[in-house]
């Protein structure tokens, strides 16, 4: 038999024959006993615990073990895997898996400090199993290494030779592509995890919202399932063991406290309410309700303003003050209650419009844009990243995504050319079989299309054909579609599927709204819309490498279709949503040039900043990049950059070149400057360091993607053509027309492309700027400035030696006559404003379109001269509005509204009431007419002012009032309540045609008239402006009434503009209002246009306009008719307005309109964006850091603990400097540093002498002196240094996470038990309390047995003059007889260890202690204490365990409590005898036959409640306590400790008052004294209850005895228990007041009747609603008792509180001493922190399962009483 062989039977004989006999091995399974012979063989040991511990291993476990050992795993590494196993199954038995284990049972009592000392030790026993859990990862981690080492140099070499295909190829790379999520996200919790816990970097000031349950699909696990919720629930992400329950209380605190308007039911709240204009909201109508005109809140003219009660300051126009007071009259009391935009959950009041805005955001699109690919994507793309680009999250963005490339998947698997190319124009071009992706890149494109097969179009089709009963598309695969099996996926997929089924599939690069723009704007000479691949489109190379003919035919009919989805529309329905006009037009024509940029303070913000650069003077025009690019693309053919001139280079038609010489210096220029040529420059803006083209040495490394990378330009020249491209300005490029008059554009730019876009619009269309234009209106074709041929001839007026081609001079005419008119103020609803307004309004005449919007006109208003041009244009065109239009649509250019000369508001005008004379408005007049100078409006010193009735705070001058006034004398009957009198009541008005406005108010116009002609003037002035105010009395509204009733879209409207365009149901007028308008159209009828137009027919008509009229009826109409036709036109104004109209059709498709409407909303608008941009920009800064110095060791921590070597750590670190080298900025040194980003050096971000690659220098050795998370994730990502843990490697992460959450709280505990240890140990500290030395022990009652006569005796035996010598206590000293004192030292020195110094090292120390055990006295030194070298024997644990039974009776005398009732013999009766029967002890039966101890049986079990712990729960926890109140005694586990599932019922409340009265006097046994045995109701007990209005004190008494008790009761009031403690308090601390016990008559908080008291026995004034002395009350009230009432007052008391009275106690007689004081004196305990003083919060300091309320051993409280002596702590101790 060979040898090695014969040595492994030997081996395994001897492993098996140590084991054998040991019954932990026998009853383990088979495959365990083998494995574990193995180990042993193999000189391992295998001990106990490990044995006792696999005893939990399940049978489908032991199955597994065979086929590990078949596999030839190795032994130890199997064993580790059970004992791991074996842990979790051990602990899923246990009770309480996520409790600490209850540990200790110290009975009734607690001691903070034997509490934390065995907590402790726990503790420690718990680590060393934590440890032992480490070592054994460890070593299977060691096994592991070799295996991970080999994956991840497999892996970078296949990711290495992937990268250099496909750049190769001219392809992107980007590492963190290749990495699944749940690698990314494995990376970022461990760098998460490593810089919060290890770091030494400062994150404090850092995002601290990055651990994954923070993100919101856990947030939404937790808000769906609460408790039951897998995801958020884990104990690290996607683990299947759950978190400690202190850990997920934490994650639901988070939950609860942040972002709880997320939640799914706020959402809906917020669909339900989205479109309620914020004013209907319940704190603005509450401020009208309660204010009315005073609110400063809901007259506000914007939110902001009403949110911030500046409604007086901003306040809205009195017509929109009206509407919003219908409104409130109409739907009160509480208006629309929008709960998702509360300040706080619940809260009424409102969060902040910035954070509204973001809510809303939230709910439209999510917060994808927040997650860690958008913030990276964001880093690496700058604005061109989705995140700024995309309102919902994108989705197929990728070029293989698209439909084409999944079709050829599908159809054609992997013989498929085009899916498979390494780049979109081999996939165009089909020809992935010469240029294939690299394999790991066809792998990923593979697994896409697999997981994404329900996008194919039959599955499409499915969906909508069949919706929601459709079975193909909810299948969970593909096979499982095909064969009509399977489960349907869940409610979430089905979501995901839909809604890309809803928006998906249109998703072409060229669709994107920049490239729409592009087409519209340059048409075919675009350089992006018409690029063969996104790259080319993006990179401005579509004249250079352009698309097929028919793919271009294909994008601009596209494009035609869709003109609306140019950016510009997009603003115009974000800022203007229904009332907006742009997006609703019916083609791009009338609103060509419409962008806000092209306006002129743009134009020439441009011109002074940017144009220098891109635009040199006349003599160097050829240097323009569109010059550069002619000779770049066709060199010496090109016709533009030949030009002799900059006119025909312009033209670009070569007829007239430049000298050779001229050419040849061009051509020299060009060579050095090809890079500033468009291609290069949108290379540049697209894709910042990390362009190859833009930074390439030459044009030929530029143009040829293998070499761009590999041989660049130098840093020095990288630098110069950065700073050239970078556009500056602080106004023409910025993302939206707000920030650009703000000139904000450095803090919220457009993209680097737009920018660029705006530069070239700006350098080609200076024509347009408004000094060409004036010369082309006023000297039509005879200027010279607008047919120049180019700006420089333009500015001299030299068109006519310079002009511009006929075809260009007539282009530029079609646009002065079509497109001229584009400034913002000619826009639809600032003409309404002037219409409606005229000189008052709030919108037309402000500087700028943002101001505009905010009804700033007032505060922000354009120049004097500005005004007066816009009012005139206004006259001339105040008909370009929607309801004009509408009305030319239905009646052609002689319609009642688009036929008349002016619009009807401004031809009533009254040009009085304009200007400065706005208070001669008819509300005004009305103000002064009711309330004279009591008014608050006409009295205002501007209509701003007068509009908010602040009249009395900003009120006008005296002499400007007189004068005011004094035309109302005048003019008072122009007030509307006249008006009106007329209109209704024509002549016979009594109000209207009265002489004086006395007689107007007393209705005496047919008694007082005025004069007939002035009856006439006031009459034609009625007539005049009668309707003037009301625009829904225009015919139009007539019309719509007449023709649809109630159901009509516009005369219900709410506004103007609503009514105009039909929007009646999305902006109604209130209720009262429309019946007001519905009366008035009833008796009106007769002027909708129908009849208008019969009438205008004069005797030709059919007469329709007389119907029913009486003569004079007849003759009012026709007047009516004559004053209303107004003004006609003239041909030519009709031919004007007809030529206008029709060149400018708006889209009445309403299915177009709301798609149109539909696709706007999914677009973001620039206040989007922005806030995304800072948020962004913000957190960018703030990514955690480590330093880098500690970088190996976070890359241990995500590898398995597996250190990386030097050379990994250096390529970690050059990956990091090439990633900051390569993050793009789009914002540049303009912008400034943003909040979070670092100022020096101080924390550790600064980058002092950085080089060009913005790595820190440290002595001229280049090195990031920190790593973000991003960064790292990057590095990591680009070098393959992670490698994924394999399923046991997940379990290690698992239980090492696990354990450390275990950890915190075992920290969190210990850390709270040492603060309540410490105060403890703090007062033990101190010298023993008075309660030591003066308890009296019931079997040795004397006085001079007391602890502080012991001790006495201890300080000096030989004092003939000590206290102990005595006869009595009083103080007399008479000394005793030497008998006695011998018989009395005897008993000192048997009983030495009851001295206070002795109890009180008990106390401390508890069985620790040396010196109470001892013998005999141990010896002591001179001063007490013990000699070091005492060598005194321990006492026999009998004698020990009787000292312990006296100094827990000592510490706690309700103990030995006798019950009141019992009798003389019934010394059992107490509450130590019956915790003693339930611990089963046989003390409590001592000397009692059979039917004796069933007699006491039966009590201890009906008076179980009685047992100290019981007490201590009343005391501890009142009337919140649970056990004491059970109607029997709850079931208790084999610790004494109340079971959890305990279901025994609460006791009668009758019953529960009897314990509560027991307590009470167990825990002051003198409340029970009585002088007379027959008087049992003469106790302070029963005084006290009197006192309190209690009747327990009257039982079984008829009236008369009632009276007698009443009396007594007033007579020994001060024989309450409060008043002995008061007098048991002054022999202590002779200062405390007051001194109630010494009144002659009781305290008013005693309810006793006092001499001040009323007849009644009321309550009188210094006493509160509980009878209670108020705190202004004296101490003493009436006079001090007599020294004879004092004398016999303090004999009482002193009789109350003694040990025994009468005979001597029998030596089972219970204790009845002398009250015990509260045993701290000093700080409390429980109300604050011992270290920092604060007062404690009723919420546990620590999260996760409560400490100081509850032990978590023994369960109960632990807060509220002292831990040595039981009593109840007091708030004052």
């Known amino acids: 038999m060979p040898g090695d062989v014969k040595e492994d039977i030997e081996a395994s004989a001897l492993a098996r024959r140590n084991l054998k006999g040991c019954n932990l091995f026998e009853n383990l399974g088979d495959p365990i006993k083998d494995l574990i012979i193995q180990v042993e063989k193999e000189g391992k040991n295998v001990d106990e615990s490990t044995l006792e511990l696999l005893q939990h291993i399940t049978v489908k476990q032991l199955a597994k073990i065979f086929d590990m050992l078949g596999d030839g795993q190795d032994p130890e590494t199997i064993l580790a895997w059970l004992k ?344 165009i071009d089909g020809t992935a079989d010469k240029n294939p992706a690299p394999e790991v890149e066809k792998k990923r494109r593979e697994d896409w299309y697999k997981n994404n097969w329900w996008k194919q179009p039959e599955y499409k089709d499915d969906w909508k054909k069949n919706g929601k009963n459709g079975k193909m598309w909810k299948a969970p695969s593909e096979d499982a579609a095909k064969a009509g099996t399977g489960k349907p996926v869940g409610e979430e997929e089905k979501r995901h599927r839909e809604d890309w089924y809803k928006n998906g599939g249109d998703d072409e690069w060229w669709k994107k709204p920049q490239f729409v723009e592009d087409y519209f704007q340059k048409g075919p000479e675009g350089r992006h819309w018409g690029g063969k691949t996104e790259e080319d489109g993006n990179g401005g190379r579509a004249q250079e490498n352009p698309a097929a003919p028919e793919e271009k035919q294909k994008r601009e009919d596209w494009y035609r279709q869709n003109w609306w989805k140019q950016p510009k529309y997009t603003d115009d329905f974000h800022k203007n949503g229904a009332l907006g006009a742009a997006w609703k037009a019916g083609n791009d024509g009338p609103n060509t040039d419409k962008e806000w940029w092209k306006q002129p303070p743009f134009i020439e913000n441009w011109s002074t900043t940017m144009k220098p650069k891109t635009k040199p003077d006349d003599q160097e025009w050829w240097k323009q990049p569109e010059y550069i690019e002619d000779f770049n693309l066709k060199g010496p053919e090109g016709k533009k950059w030949t030009a002799a001139d900059e006119t025909h280079g312009i033209e670009g038609k070569g007829d007239k070149p430049a000298s050779p010489e001229e050419q040849k210096k061009r051509e020299d220029w060009y060579r050095d400057n090809w890079w500033k040529a468009p291609q290069y420059a949108f290379d540049w803006a697209k894709k910042g360091p990390s362009g190859k083209r833009w930074k390439a040495a030459s044009k030929a490394a530029a143009d040829d993607p293998k070499k761009g990378a590999k041989e660049p330009c130098s840093e020095e020249e990288e630098k110069a053509r950065d700073a050239w491209y970078r556009p500056v300005g602080d106004m023409w490029r910025a993302l939206g027309e707000e920030a650009g008059f703000a000139k904000k554009a450095a803090e919220t730019p457009c993209t680097q492309s737009d920018a660029l876009n705006r530069d070239e619009w700006y350098r080609n269309n200076w024509w347009k700027a408004p000094e060409y234009i004036e010369d082309w209106k006023k000297n039509g074709a005879e200027g010279k400035k607008w047919p120049a041929g180019n700006e420089a001839a333009g500015k001299a007026g030299e068109a006519d030696k310079d002009p511009a081609s006929d075809e260009e001079k007539q282009k530029r005419d079609d646009w002065y006559r079509n497109n001229a008119d584009n400034e913002w103020w000619k826009e639809p609803q600032y003409i309404e404003d002037w219409g409606q307004n005229g000189q008052d309004g709030a919108k037309w005449n402000a500087d700028n379109r943002p101001n505009a919007d905010k009804s700033g006109g007032k505060e922000h208003p354009c120049t004097p001269e500005e005004k007066e041009e816009r009012d005139e244009w206004y006259k001339k065109n105040w008909w370009k509005t929607p309801q004009a239009k509408d009305d030319w649509d239905k009646n052609g250019a002689a319609g009642p509204v688009c036929g008349r000369k002016l619009p009807t508001a401004v031809e009533r005008q009254d040009p009085e009431a304009t200007g400065d004379d706005w208070w001669k408005k008819p509300e005004f007049i009305e103000d002064w007419m009711k309330k004279g100078d009591a008014g608050k409006h006409w009295t205002a010193e501007d209509p701003v002012a007068a509009a908010a009735g602040q009249g009395h705070k900003k009120p006008a001058t005296d002499p400007e009032k007189e004068a005011r006034e004094q035309w109302y004398k005048d003019n008072w009957w122009k007030a509307p309540s006249c008006v009106d009198d007329w209109a209704k009541n024509g002549a016979a008005g009594k109000k209207w045609g009265a002489v004086d406005p006395e007689a107007t108010k007393a209705n005496e116009g047919d008694t007082k008239p005025a004069s007939d002609d002035e009856k006439d003037k006031r009459e034609d002035w009625y007539r005049k402006h009668g309707d003037a105010d009301e625009w829904w009395k225009r015919p139009e509204f007539i019309e719509d009434y007449a023709k649809a009733g109630p159901a009509g879209k516009k005369w219900t409207a709410g506004n103007p503009t609503a009514g105009a365009l039909g929007q009646g149901q999305e902006c109604p007028a209130s209720g009262p209002e429309k019946k007001k308008r519905e009366d008035w159209y009833k008796d009106n009828w007769w002027k909708a246009p129908e009849y208008s137009e019969d009438w205008a027919k004069g005797p030709a008509g059919e007469g329709k306009w007389k119907k029913d009229a009486t003569p004079e009826e007849e003759k009012a109409r026709d007047a009516w008719f004559r004053e209303n036709q107004g003004e006609p036109l003239s041909p030519e104004e009709q031919a004007e307005r007809d030529d206008w109209f029709k060149k400018h059709p708006e889209e009445t498709s309403d299915p177009q309109l709301d798609k149109r409407e539909e696709w706007f909303k999914k677009q973001l608008s620039d206040d989007d964006k922005a806030r995304r941009m800072d948020w962004l920009r913000d957190r960018a800064a703030n990514d955690k850091c480590i330093l880098e110095d500690e970088l190996p060791e976070a890359l241990a921590a995500i590898n398995e603990g597996q250190k990386p070597t030097d050379k990994q750590v250096k390529a970690i670190l050059d990956a990091v400097a090439k ?296 005391r501890r926890d009142g009337e919140a306590g649970d056990n004491w109140k059970k109607a029997g005694r709850p079931d208790e586990d084999e610790d004494g400790m109340v079971r959890d599932d305990d279901e025994t019922p609460e006791a009668t409340p009758e019953e529960v008052k009897e314990r509560e009265q027991w307590y009470k006097n167990a825990k002051n046994p003198e409340r029970t004294f009585k002088e007379e045995e027959d008087d049992w109701w003469q106790t302070p007990e029963n005084i006290e209850d009197f006192q309190d209005g209690g009747d327990a004190c009257m039982r079984d008494a008829d009236e008369d005895e009632k009276e007698k008790r009443e009396q007594w009761y007033k007579d020994n009031w001060w024989k309450a228990p409060k008043h002995m403690e008061n007098w048991t308090k002054a022999q202590k601390e002779p200062e405390a007041a007051p001194d109630t016990w010494m009144r002659a008559a009781a305290p008013v908080d005693d309810g006793m009747k006092r001499d001040e008291e009323d007849d009644d026995g009321m309550k009188r004034d210094d006493e509160d609603d509980d009878g209670m002395k108020r705190d202004d009350e004296e101490p003493f009230v009436g006079e001090k008792i007599t020294p004879e009432q004092e004398a016999e007052r303090v004999a009482w008391y002193k009789k109350a509180i003694e040990p025994f009275h009468g005979e001597k106690l029998k030596d089972d007689e219970p204790f009845k001493g002398e009250k015990l004081e509260e045993p701290f004196s000093g700080e409390k305990l429980k109300d604050e922190d011992p270290f920092t003083g604060e007062k404690l919060k009723d919420e546990d300091p620590f999260v996760g399962e409560k400490l100081k309320d509850e032990d978590p051993f023994t369960g109960e409280k632990l807060k509220d009483e002292d831990p040595f002596t039981g009593e109840k702590l007091k708030d004052e101790d």
């Open 84 to 427: 791991r196993r074996a842990r979790k199954n051990k602990a899923g038995k246990e009770e309480g898996i996520d409790e600490r284990k209850r540990l200790i049972q110290t009975g009734a009592e607690r001691d903070p400090i034997a509490f934390y000392k065995a907590l402790e030790a726990a503790n420690q026993k718990k680590q060393e199993e934590f440890e032992q859990m480490e070592e054994e990862r460890q070593q299977l981690r060691l096994a592991k290494t070799k295996e991970r080492e080999k994956a991840r140099a497999q892996k970078e070499k296949e990711l290495e030779e992937a990268k250099k295909a496909l750049e190769d190829e001219g392809g992107w790379w980007k590492a963190t592509d290749y990495m699944p999520d749940k690698d990314k996200d494995a990376i970022n919790n461990a760098f998460e995890k490593f810089a919060t816990k290890t770091s030494e970097f400062d994150n404090s000031n850092k995002d601290q919202d990055g651990e994954w349950w923070k993100k919101d699909p856990y947030r939404r696990d937790w808000e769906r399932n609460k408790g039951k919720g897998k995801k958020w629930t884990a104990v690290m992400q996607g683990a299947k063991e759950r978190a400690t329950e202190p850990e997920l209380a934490v994650r639901e605190e988070f939950y609860k406290g942040n972002d709880w308007w997320k939640a799914d039911k706020y959402k809906r709240d917020w669909e339900a309410t989205k479109d309620a204009e914020w004013w209907k909201e319940e704190p603005y109508i509450k401020d009208w309700q309660q204010n009315k005109h005073d609110g400063a809140r809901w007259k506000a003219a914007d939110e902001e303003s009403g949110l911030e009660s500046e409604g007086h300051t901003y306040p809205a126009p009195p017509e929109e003050q009206k509407r919003r007071e219908d409104w409130y009259k109409a739907n009160g009391p509480r208006g629309v209650v929008k709960k998702w935009n509360a300040a706080t959950e619940g809260d009424p009041e409102k969060c902040s419009v910035p954070e509204k805005d973001a809510r809303e955001e939230f709910y439209r699109n999510g917060d994808w844009w927040k997650n860690d690919d958008a913030r990276q994507a964001f880093k690496e793309q700058g604005l061109d990243a989705d995140a700024l680009n995309f309102a919902g999250q994108p989705q197929d963005t990728e070029w293989w995504k698209q439909e084409p490339y999944r079709e050829d998947y599908f159809k054609n698997g992997d013989k498929g050319k085009k899916w498979a190319a390494a780049t979109e124009g081999a996939g």
């Open 1219 to 1514: 990633a900051r080298k390569a993050e793009k900025d789009d914002f540049g040194p303009e912008a400034g540093k943003k909040k979070g980003a670092a100022d020096d050096d101080d924390d550790g971000m600064g980058r002092d002498g950085d080089d060009e690659d913005g790595m820190g220098r440290d002595d001229d050795e280049e090195k990031p002196k920190v790593i973000t998370q991003d960064e790292f994730l990057k590095a990591v990502a680009e070098t393959n240094m992670y490698v994924p843990p394999d399923e046991d490697e997940l379990e290690m992460q698992a239980e090492e996470e696990r354990v450390n959450q275990e950890k915190d709280e075992m920290t969190r505990q210990e850390e709270e038990a040492a603060y309540l240890a410490m105060d403890a140990e703090e007062e033990i500290a101190k010298q023993p309390e008075e309660w030591q030395k003066k308890y009296v022990d019931p079997e040795n009652p004397e006085w001079w047995k007391r602890p502080e006569f012991i001790e006495s005796f201890q300080k000096d035996p030989e004092d003939a003059e000590a206290d102990w010598r005595m006869d009595d206590e009083s103080g007399k000293k008479r000394p005793i007889s030497g008998e006695e004192a011998a018989e009395r030292e005897q008993w000192y020195k048997d009983n030495w260890w009851k001295a206070p110094k002795f109890s009180q090292e008990w106390r401390r120390d508890d069985d620790n202690g040396d010196n109470w055990k001892k013998q005999s006295r141990p010896e002591e030194e001179d001063d007490g204490a013990v000699r070091e070298d005492d060598e005194t024997p321990e006492a026999s644990p009998e004698e020990i365990k009787e000292r312990e039974d006296w100094f827990r009776n000592a510490k706690n005398p309700e103990r030995q409590f006798k019950d009141p009732e019992a009798k003389e013999d019934e010394w059992w009766k107490t509450p130590k005898f019956i915790e003693d029967f339930q611990e089963g002890g046989d003390d409590c039966m001592r000397d009692a036959d059979e039917d004796e101890k069933k007699k006491r049986e039966d009590w201890f079990k009906d008076n179980w409640w009685k047992a100290p712990k019981y007490s201590t729960e009343w």
